[in-house]
């Protein structure tokens, strides 16, 4: 999946996001002058959400950016707070330890966040991908022959006692119909989600 161009510009072979504190600089050498209060106050927002937002990034991400041990303990500090007023101070401690990372190490986190949320969309997408085998391979037995056919490896009498269960569970009698009760969806429904989960998957890997 393409990840979505960054907003900013490279200046010496190094990449410098827009309102980060060092596009700020740069603006600000180039006009003369300094960076207004408002500019400065969103660039120290930013990053105090970007500290934050490291709570929630994936350990094997966190590990690699090898992150300064005094912002590490205070992320770990952060997470323990549940009071409001003791939060709030707490993040503006990370928010200035986020300015006092390297350029380099603040466009780092933002990748690594940036490379989570693209997984997590990948792995919605192939959940709803799933799903939608499972529903139509109970529902036709061409959709059961395309998968096999396409997923050599499936056992494929396991598939087609499971699609039978599946659709004997799911049938119902007309007084049921009337009384608007809903299919029943039994271990057989939630098996062949496994079942094409698993292939999903294994497909991926070779």
Known sequence: MSRKPKKGYYVKGQFVAEGSELDLELKAEMTGGE??????????????????????LRTDLRERLDLPEKLV???????????????RRQMQFVGKLMRNLEPETQQAIRDALEEQRGGSAQQT????????????????????QEWITAHPGTD????????????????????????????????????IFQ???EQMEASEDE
């Open 195 to 197: 079942l094409v989960r």
């Open 73 to 87: 303990i205070a992320l770990a500090d952060l997470k323990k707070i549940t009071n409001f007023e003791g939060r």
């Open 125 to 144: 997408l192939a959940l709803h991908m799933a799903e939608k085998w499972r529903d139509d391979l109970i529902a036709s037995d061409d959709k059961v």
């Open 156 to 191: 494929s009498q396991q598939l087609r006692a499971l699609v039978r269960q599946a659709r004997k569970d799911g049938t119902l009698t007309q007084d049921q119909i009337s009384k608007g009760e809903a299919p029943r969806k039994g271990r057989a429904y939630r098996e």
């Open 35 to 56: 960076p207004s209060r408002t500019e400065l106050k969103k660039a120290s927002d930013e990053l105090q959400k970007l500290g934050e937002a490291l709570l929630t």
